[in-house]
């Protein structure tokens, strides 16, 4: 097969504030948008590949369990720590876990779907 591109949906209940929170909080480049009746929907560049943030999704207070979203993004970044301390001054907050094969710092979008900084040093080894 010869892919062209590749990129991840992500259904949204909280349209508005996902777009919001990829965008201008985590600074994803806007790549696209559609706003018509019936379809709604924004492209950010996500790396060599794209994040489409759809409406039709369901929300929850509280962060997603696997069951509920099996799927994390993960961005990962040459400082965690610094990256996450950014994302405090934006309001989010991210929880730092250091592992054998790298750091991680652990948060959510507005709909409760998992995301996640990762260490860029190591990745792959």
């Excluded at 504030?17 to 790549?31: I, K, P, Q, R, T």
């Excluded at 610094?82 to 876990?97: F, N, Y």
Aim: charge should be negative; proline fraction near 4%; aromatic fraction near 8%.
């Amino acid at each position: 097969m010869n892919f062209t591109t590749a990129g991840v949906i992500l259904f949204t209940q909280n349209y508005e504030a996902c777009v919001d929170f990829y965008g201008h909080l985590l600074g994803l480049e806007l790549l696209h948008s559609i706003d018509r009746p019936g379809e709604r929907l924004t492209t950010f560049k996500l790396g060599d590949t794209y994040l489409m943030v759809e409406t039709g999704g369901v929300s929850s207070d509280q962060p997603k369990t696997v069951a509920q979203n099996p799927t994390k993004l993960r961005f990962n970044v040459r400082d965690v720590a610094a990256t996450a301390k950014e994302l405090k001054t934006k309001g989010i907050t991210a929880t730092i876990h250091h592992h054998s094969w790298g750091t991680t710092a652990e948060f959510t979008d507005p709909d409760g779907n998992p995301c996640a900084l990762r260490s860029h040093d190591g990745f792959g080894n």
